[in-house]
């Protein structure tokens, strides 16, 4: 496909992703360009992603996938459900043009994050961002996620209750964040915390989105077994939780 005909299929999707898939070819986004390259650089810039397996859950159009691939990643495999099946996101099919315009070659699975199999292996890194909130039951999920990531883990989420200095998550029974009747809660980094403490991680680093403020949170969390080498990118601006 040149590069008019990969610009006439860009348009012809929604993008939440801005993904430069070629030089000059870029998906118009939702998540603007500075805001996708300050979270690609907090999401995988720490991180010596070389030679490294990573499972990208909840990946919609691919931004990060692509990202941890071209970051020297040896093997992703990305999942979703919502967008990917929904009729007005056609998430798969964006997912899918990206990934072949980008020239990288992830895995793909059609998983719901609450269905993880329990015959899924681990992966040395476990991305977590954006779906913690969209869950209506998402606890259970955060062990999955002590099972999945062999080494380390990134969960970014929306926040609520940061008053609250008990672990604690707001409930939005209908749409209240943002009209969007997809978002059930608002945990505070106490609750993260505990909860990531609980599904086996012992070392966590976090900092509030730069751009978002506290009403985000990154966390980056570690395995016992995991290499201290992995945390060596874990400096300035990040706050030692456990
Ligand atoms: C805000 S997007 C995050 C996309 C990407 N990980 C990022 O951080 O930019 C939320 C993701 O959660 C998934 N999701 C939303 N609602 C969901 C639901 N009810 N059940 C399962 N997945 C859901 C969507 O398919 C989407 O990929």
Request: glycine fraction near 8%; aromatic fraction near 10%; charge should be negative.
């Amino acid at each position: 496909m040149d590069d008019d005909a990969l610009r006439a299929a860009i348009a012809g999707h929604l993008w939440f992703h801005t993904i430069e898939l070629r030089p000059g070819v870029v998906t118009p986004g939702r998540k603007t360009p500075e805001i996708m390259a300050v979270e690609e650089e907090l999401f995988l810039g720490p991180l010596p992603l070389a030679g490294m397996s990573v499972l990208d859950i909840g990946a919609w159009n691919g931004g990060f996938t692509i990202a941890a691939l071209r970051r020297g990643a040896a093997r992703v495999l990305a999942t979703d459900s919502y967008t990917w099946d929904h009729p007005h996101f056609r998430g798969r099919e964006t997912f899918d043009l990206a990934c072949a315009a980008a020239g990288v070659a992830p895995e793909a699975r059609r998983l719901d994050p609450m269905d993880l199999p329990a015959e899924l292996e681990p992966f040395d890194l476990v991305l977590f961002l954006g779906v913690f909130y969209h869950l209506r039951n998402p606890v259970p999920v955060m062990d999955a996620l002590g099972r999945l990531a062999r080494h380390a883990c990134i969960v970014e989420t929306h926040q609520d209750a940061l008053e609250e200095v008990r672990p604690a998550m707001v409930f939005y029974p209908w749409a209240e964040l943002a009209g969007d009747a997809t978002n059930w809660w608002g945990p505070n980094p106490p609750l993260m915390t505990a909860l990531l403490l609980q599904a086996g991680f012992t070392r966590i680093r976090y900092r509030a989105h730069p751009i978002n403020g506290p009403a985000r949170g990154i966390y980056a969390a570690f395995k016992p077994e995991a290499p201290d080498a992995l945390l060596a990118g874990y400096g300035e601006g990040w706050a030692v939780l456990a």
